[in-house]
Nanobody, 122 residues
Framework: QVQLVESGGGLVQAGGSLRLSCAAS?????MGWFRQAPGKEREFVAA????????SYADSVKGRFTISRDNAKNTVYLQMNTLKPDDTAVYYC??????????????????WGQGTQVTVSS
């Protein structure tokens, strides 16, 4: 069992920045960030593999968001810059325990955090 605790959400104006953190109780294969806006499906945002640090991003956030990890702290970060109102959502951290399946697929993640709200005002 892996527990994930997110922090760092909040309210920001368009064009601003926020950094989300996700502290994991154990090491897994990869960590991902997903988001869910009201009335929409939960969607992939970014993911990173613990061992090699390779990252993947959704097209909608490429160039604006950066995912990183701190191995010593078992913590993953999502730096979000140039935020837009469309980025408003609950952001969830998730843990993928093995290499099976696409890293961007929601159903291959075994553990999820409680979510943190990000609101971008126009």
């Amino acid at each position: 069992q892996v527990q994930l605790v997110e922090s760092g959400g909040g309210l920001v104006q368009a064009g601003g920045s926020l950094r989300l953190s996700c502290a994991a109780s154990g090491r897994t294969y990869a960590m991902g960030w997903f988001r869910q806006a009201p009335g929409k499906e939960r969607e992939f945002v970014a993911a990173i593999k613990w061992s090699e640090g390779s990252a993947s991003y959704a097209d909608s956030v490429k160039g604006r968001f950066t995912i990183s990890r701190d191995n010593a702290k078992n913590t993953v970060y999502l730096q979000m810059n140039t935020l837009k109102p469309d980025d408003t959502a609950v952001y969830y951290c998730a843990a993928k325990i093995n290499a099976l399946g696409l890293i961007s697929a929601r159903n291959v993640y075994s553990y999820w955090g409680q979510g943190t709200q990000v609101t971008v005002s126009s």
